[in-house]
């Protein structure tokens, strides 16, 4: 049974970090490309960004590149988003999902003062 688990959301400050994480079972992230995706408030799926099986490519929606970071820890089978300068804009409830768009329940960033 395939199964992700996202976690790592909550209130933060404009300018501010948080490390989204998200761990699978059911299948492994060293076999599967991954992505995040984020649904703000009243908008539609957005997508973030992706890491490919081998983990040696990214990439990046425009709005969060270079702001943003996915990476995988295949001993813990655990995805990760590390998102740093965070604003308002990214406010949103935040997916993992693998290849095959199964999808978590998603965790709610808030960025707010």
């Known amino acids: 049974q395939v199964q992700l688990v996202e976690s790592g959301g909550g209130l933060v400050q404009p300018g501010g970090s948080l490390r989204l994480s998200c761990v699978v079972s059911?299948?492994?992230?060293?076999?599967?490309?991954m992505h995040w995706v984020r649904q703000a408030p009243g908008k539609g799926l957005e997508w973030v960004a992706h890491l490919s099986s081998s983990g040696g490519f990214t990439s990046y929606s425009s709005p969060v590149k270079g702001r943003f970071t996915i990476s995988k820890d295949n001993s813990k089978n655990t995805l990760y988003l590390q998102m740093n300068t965070l604003n308002a804009e990214d406010t949103a409830v935040y997916y993992c999902?693998?290849?095959?768009?199964?999808w978590g329940q998603g965790t709610q960033v808030t960025v707010s003062p």
């Open positions: 059911g299948f492994t992230v060293s076999t599967y490309g």
């Open positions: 999902a693998n290849q095959g768009w199964e």
